[in-house]
């Protein structure tokens, strides 16, 4: 996580613990994953492992408050990530549910939904700033 940005607020905070439990889940360290509170909040996991589609590419998880998980292959450094797969559903699943998602990608399976679905607007006046304050270390 990248100690430089604010985590002043409540839910900076928690976007930060949630990334955190998801890089633990997945089995990862701390250093391969960064949370920006945004405005809108985003966050990017460096994955290992490749997938067998893309195997000479690396594969990142990348979250967005209004797309939730995703799943990126790397092209060029000076290209963003091209996404092969949104995990859909919650915007904010379980780490649990992050990890299957990841693992059936790198069994070959095609899990979640090529399209990119919308499932919350940015600023929406729902519970996701609540939930992310209320997310425990």
Do not use: K
Not at 21 to 48: I, N, Q, T
Not at 81 to 86: D, L, N, W
Not at 106 to 113: N, T, Y
């Amino acid at each position: 996580m990248d100690p430089d940005l604010d985590y002043g607020d409540a839910p900076a905070r928690g976007l930060q613990r949630y990334v955190r439990a998801v890089a633990a889940e997945l089995g990862l360290d701390g250093e391969c994953a960064s949370a920006d509170p945004g405005p809108p909040a985003s966050a990017y996991l460096a994955v290992d492992g490749h997938l067998p589609s893309f195997p000479d590419r690396d594969l990142a998880l990348m979250w967005d408050e209004e797309y939730g998980w995703a799943a990126a292959v790397e092209t060029r450094s000076d290209e963003p990530p091209v996404v092969i797969a949104y995990l859909g559903g919650d915007v904010l699943p379980a780490p649990g549910t992050v990890a299957a998602f990841l693992t059936a990608l790198l069994r070959g399976e095609h899990p979640g939904d090529p399209r990119p679905i919308r499932l919350r607007a940015y600023g929406a006046p729902d519970d996701l700033m609540d939930r992310l304050s209320a997310y425990p270390p």
